[in-house]
C-alpha cells in the first residue's frame, strides 16, 4: 500500500514556488539530522541538482556535491560542474562504449529496454510471458508499438544508467557511509512518481535510501527558480525566456543527460542528436560512427541528421 496519494502529490506541485523551496528546506533538514550531517548531493551539473545545490549550500553549505565524470556529459555541463565550490569527482569503472558492447544500447526508456534485454536473455518461461504479455491487468510488459525491436541486429539492455552512473554513487556511499540527496521530480518518469507514492521525498526505509526533496516540483519551477534567483547554469541551456503566456524556456537545450544516450529521442522534434549535429559536431560523429547509434536510430526509424525527417529514416 502506497503511504502517498497522487491527490496529496498534486496539491503540493499546485503550490507557489517559495512554498515548495520552504518545503524543500524542510526536507533537507530532515535528511541531515537523520543522517548526524553524513550527507551528498548527487550533483550532474544539470539546471535541476544546480537549483537544489543553491537552495543545499543556503542551510548546509559544507554538504559536498558529488559529480559523477562518466564522460558522456555535455563538454559545458563538464566545465560546469568542475569549476563550482565543493565539489567531489567520482568516476565509473567501465566506459559507455564497452558498457554497449558487453550489454547493449540504451533505447525507447529504462523499462522497455530493460523488458526488451529480458525476453531475449531469459531462461525462465514465467518473465519471458511476463515481458510479451504483462500481468493480469497488462503491467509489466513489451509495448507492442516496440515488440520490433527484439529482431534488432544489435544488443539492447537499461544497464547503461547502473553502471555508468549508480553503481560509482553506491561506491562512494559505501566508502564514506554517506546518504545521497538527488534532484529528480515525479513529472520526469511513472518509475519516479511510482518512488514517491511509496516512500515519499525522503526514502528513510527504502533499501537504498535517498532524499528526492524536488519530488514536487515541475521544470516551470526550475526554470523559474533560476531566473528570480540569477542563478548561473551551463552554458549550454542558452538564456531562460517568457513566451507571451508566461511559460518559461531554454533557448538552448532542454535537457542536457547522457549525450549518447536514447532514452526518449523518439518523442523529440528535433531530437538531440538532429540538434547536436549542428552544435556539437565531434561529439555527434562519435555518437554516430564510432558508436554506431545511426545504425540503431535507423532501424528504429528515427531521424538522426539535421534536415532528415521520419519517411526519410525507411530510405
Known amino acids: 500500500m502506497s503511504a502517498h496519494t497522487l491527490w496529496e502529490l498534486q496539491q503540493k506541485k499546485s503550490l507557489p514556488l517559495d512554498a515548495k523551496i520552504l518545503m524543500t528546506k524542510r526536507r ?21 541538482s544546480t537549483v537544489l545545490k543553491d537552495i543545499l549550500q543556503d542551510i548546509f553549505p559544507d554538504v559536498p556535491a558529488v559529480f559523477c565524470n562518466t564522460g558522456l556529459e555535455y563538454p559545458e555541463v ?5 569549476s563550482q565550490n565543493n565539489v567531489k569527482v567520482i568516476t565509473p569503472k567501465m566506459m559507455f562504449k564497452e558498457v554497449i558492447s558487453r550489454y547493449g544500447y540504451p533505447v525507447i ?3 522497455q529496454s530493460s523488458y526488451i534485454a529480458d525476453i531475449r536473455n531469459t531462461k525462465s518461461e514465467y ?4 515481458r510479451l504479455n504483462g500481468n493480469k491487468t497488462k503491467s509489466y510488459k513489451l509495448s507492442e508499438k516496440w515488440k520490433f525491436m527484439l529482431n534488432a541486429p544489435f544488443k539492447i539492455s537499461d544497464k547503461c ?3 555508468m552512473k549508480k553503481e560509482p554513487f553506491i561506491r562512494y556511499e559505501r566508502e564514506t557511509g554517506a546518504k545521497g540527496i538527488i534532484a529528480t521530480m515525479t513529472d520526469e518518469s511513472i518509475l519516479r512518481l511510482n518512488t514517491w507514492l511509496r516512500f515519499g521525498c525522503n526514502a528513510f526505509n527504502a533499501k537504498r535510501p535517498l ?9 516551470q519551477d526550475i526554470l523559474q527558480y533560476i531566473v528570480e534567483h540569477n542563478l548561473k547554469i551551463a552554458s549550454v541551456y542558452g538564456e531562460i525566456k ?5 511559460e518559461y524556456y531554454t533557448t538552448g537545450v532542454k535537457r542536457t543527460g547522457c549525450m549518447f544516450c536514447m532514452y526518449g529521442v523518439q518523442n523529440e522534434t528535433p531530437n538531440r542528436f538532429q540538434i547536436m549535429q549542428k552544435t556539437h559536431p565531434k561529439q555527434y560523429d562519435f555518437c554516430m560512427n564510432t558508436l554506431g547509434l545511426k545504425n540503431v536510430m535507423s532501424y528504429m526509424n528515427i531521424p538522426f541528421k539535421e534536415e532528415q525527417t521520419t519517411l526519410e529514416c525507411f530510405k
Open 28 to 48: 533537507l533538514k530532515q535528511w541531515h539530522i537523520q543522517y548526524n550531517g553524513n550527507v551528498y548531493l548527487a550533483f550532474s551539473g544539470g539546471k535541476d
Open 78 to 82: 563538464k566545465k560546469f560542474a568542475m
Open 109 to 111: 526508456s529504462k523499462e
Open 127 to 130: 518473465i519471458r510471458n511476463l
Open 161 to 163: 544508467c547502473k553502471v
Open 211 to 219: 532524499s528526492r526533496p524536488m519530488s514536487f516540483w515541475t521544470e
Open 242 to 246: 517568457q513566451k507571451e503566456n508566461g
